[in-house]
């Protein structure tokens, strides 16, 4: 049984490689998995880029506990994302958790990430046919916990399952970290949490930074634990980042699709059998000097930001 949760988190840093369950992407249904068509072409807004020449019903039929339909959303627009970016931005203000009122440590949506969210529901609610998931997974961070309620909130009677290795890449800077699991239970009370999911974050740190090659091997085995866990759902729902969703993409054979804020992607993801693939994670992390061997010898501004975050309270809450 392929099952990684954070209560490892300690053990999956301290080994070298790692063999899970070999994945691979449909390009046969949806117009982002096909390579043939341009992703500035792909017809998003009807069915979310069903091919005109199958229905929701023809995709469903392909389903069983070893090919499953994963509607993927990103994250809609935070306030870590209010900058303008320069060397100051990523080698000084990042590292720390805000400045002059604006927090963008575990950042929360702006008004404009709000207005998406809603606006991706309303979609998901006028698509005729469309499944909705079985089972819901959620980054912990608070970007994509208030992406998920405004999103699922009034269509599902159940919230998702918070799952560690959904998060964004982790470590420095301070929109990585998320909040303890108590807060995370205080706001989003209708949440349900892996088993070993820590009250602290034992994964973020001020002084190294997860790199690809790891997150590539976190992302395999968040898969190969949700098909363990939902072996007999169908449609799964995922709110998560960018880079782990473009890692996702690449362990199962997707070709590289871009995935914008409060944008959803649906993947037909088939596990193979008895096949296994090794991950290596003998570099699961860079220091501060690789990602900025230039810092500014001295900061004389703060931060050029372009918008803030929304109004937060505890209506995370109230629809359930």
């Not at 440590?105 to 909705?132: N, R, W």
């Not at 970290?177 to 009370?189: G, S």
């Not at 939902?230 to 969703?245: A, F, T």
């Not at 570099?283 to 990602?291: A, G, R, S």
Request: hydrophobic share 30%; aromatic share 12%; glycine share 4%.
């Amino acid at each position: 049984m392929y099952v990684f949760t954070a209560v490892f988190a300690q053990i999956v840093l301290s080994e070298k490689f790692h063999d899970l369950p070999k994945f691979k992407s449909s390009t046969k249904f949806f117009d982002q998995s096909d390579a043939t068509i341009p992703s500035s072409q792909v017809n998003y807004t009807h069915n979310f880029g069903l091919k005109s020449r199958y229905s929701w019903k023809d995709v469903l039929e392909q389903l069983d506990e070893n090919n499953k339909l994963f509607f993927i959303i990103r994250h809609a627009a935070g306030v870590h994302q209010c900058n303008t970016p320069s060397i100051d931005w990523t080698c000084y203000w990042q590292t720390i958790d805000g400045y002059d009122g604006q927090v963008w440590a575990d950042a929360l949506l702006t008004q404009e990430g709000v207005t998406q969210s809603k606006a991706l529901s309303e979609s998901i609610k006028f698509t005729d046919q469309f499944p909705y998931p079985d089972h819901h997974y959620s980054s912990p961070l608070r970007r994509t916990l208030q992406t998920w309620n405004y999103v699922w909130g009034d269509l599902v009677s159940q919230g998702p399952t918070i799952k560690e290795f959904a998060r964004e890449t982790y470590g420095i800077q301070t929109e990585s970290k998320r909040h303890p699991k108590a807060y995370i239970q205080a706001h989003w009370p209708y949440v349900n949490f892996e088993a070993g999911f820590t009250d602290i974050d034992e994964l973020w740190s001020n002084t190294t930074r997860e790199t690809g090659q790891h997150r590539k091997y976190r992302a395999a085995s968040l898969l190969s634990d949700i098909f363990e866990l939902s072996k007999e759902d169908k449609v799964i729902g995922l709110v998560s980042h960018s880079g782990l969703i473009g890692s996702i993409l690449k362990v199962v054979g997707h070709r590289e699709y871009p995935v914008d804020n409060a944008k959803l992607i649906p993947v037909l993801i088939h596990k193979k059998k008895h096949k296994t693939k090794k991950y290596k994670s003998n570099h699961p992390d860079k220091t501060f000097e690789d990602i900025c061997p230039n810092k500014p010898s001295q900061i004389t501004q703060g931060p050029e930001l372009t918008c803030s975050a929304a109004p937060f309270d505890s209506e995370a809450s109230a629809s359930f």
